[in-house]
């Protein structure tokens, strides 16, 4: 259990939704009813051991926060997953009804873990804590699962996705085929494919060891050598620095927009389709509201997501260039 306040509720709610469920506790010293809630949550924590985590803010001091979540009545329990709220419940519920309210949403004891998601952009173990062996754990699950289901494309996606992170690009290749051949071809498809050239191309051609010196010296003689601009924007990709690759695939497009048979655009366009956040499924009539129809404003009354701001700030630029 944990006590937040406005300064840490980044990194300890949102951030730690990411790996683990964070039920989030809104309690005021005066209250009664949170007084006999509060230990029956923390004994629930103890008993789960670790399949949810306790975070407890106390409304009167964090009155910011408090109001972003639209707290009207204390106590409430918010359930942050993936750094979104997704149910809650108000009043001192008993031990067992705690217990069922978390087991809807939690998997059960014992259950193995998820398969890490390879984010857009990173390679796996760049936090430090996937390592060779989970990588290889979270492949042969992905395999083994496109193998019973070859027609899955979200499968297919997340395995081809996996493989083209760790550089096993012959294998990459050889699942991203079904889904090239695919008509019409699908978007996240044609953006691995983007992805994994770019990959490619800085593995095997000598100017992806070069120095960005090396690449800004040649583009400063010439704005128009799109061959140098090109190069640079894979091994940016490779490097890992998103936008600075779009920034000079962006050059290119406004300066000639068919040059290398739109090769800039294809992979500006399939960096855009692998940065973006997953698509909320919610049903519109019930945005912000629990299960239970609490409001729940979360993050996005804090702040917008800056993942999602950035992908919208590319596409401006993408389409101003283009326009």
């Known amino acids: 259990m944990i006590d937040v306040t406005l300064a840490n509720f980044e990194s300890d709610v949102i951030e730690a939704s990411q790996t683990v469920p964070v039920l989030v506790d809104f309690w005021a010293p005066w209250c009664g009813p949170c007084k006999s809630l509060g230990p029956v949550l923390e004994k629930v924590e103890a008993a789960y051991a670790g399949r949810f985590k306790l975070a407890k803010i106390n409304s009167d001091d964090e009155q910011q926060l408090a109001a972003a979540f639209g707290i009207r009545s204390i106590p409430t329990c918010v359930l942050m997953v993936g750094g979104q709220p997704v149910d809650g419940f108000m009043g001192a519920l008993p031990e067992g009804q705690v217990k069922a309210f978390l087991d809807k949403h939690l998997p059960p004891a014992g259950a193995e873990p998820a398969a890490p998601d390879v984010a857009a952009g990173a390679v796996p173990g760049d936090d430090g804590e996937w390592t060779e062996a989970d990588e290889a754990a979270a492949q042969a699950r992905l395999a083994d699962a496109l193998a019973k289901d070859p027609g899955n494309d979200d499968l297919r996606f997340e395995y081809t996705k996996l493989l083209i992170a760790t550089e096993q690009f012959a294998e990459a290749a050889a699942a991203l085929a079904p889904a090239l051949a695919q008509l019409p071809l699908q978007l996240r498809f044609d953006a691995l494919a983007q992805w994994m050239k770019a990959l490619e191309f800085v ?40 936008p600075g690759a779009m920034e000079e695939m962006l050059e290119i497009i406004m300066r000639d927009k068919t040059w290398g048979d739109e090769a800039p655009r294809r992979t500006y366009v399939g960096l855009l389709e692998l940065m973006s956040p997953p698509k909320r499924k919610d049903d519109p009539a019930l945005a912000g509201k629990s299960a239970g129809g609490i409001e729940l404003a979360g993050k996005a009354v804090l702040a917008e997501d800056p993942q999602a701001e950035l992908v919208s700030r590319y596409r401006r630029k993408l389409s101003m260039a283009l326009n």
């Open 203 to 242: 593995a095997t051609d000598p100017r992806g060891q070069w120095q960005p010196a090396q690449f800004d010296a040649l583009i400063q003689a010439n704005k128009r050598d799109f061959e140098t601009r090109f190069a640079k924007a894979r091994v940016l990709i490779a490097l890992g620095d998103w």
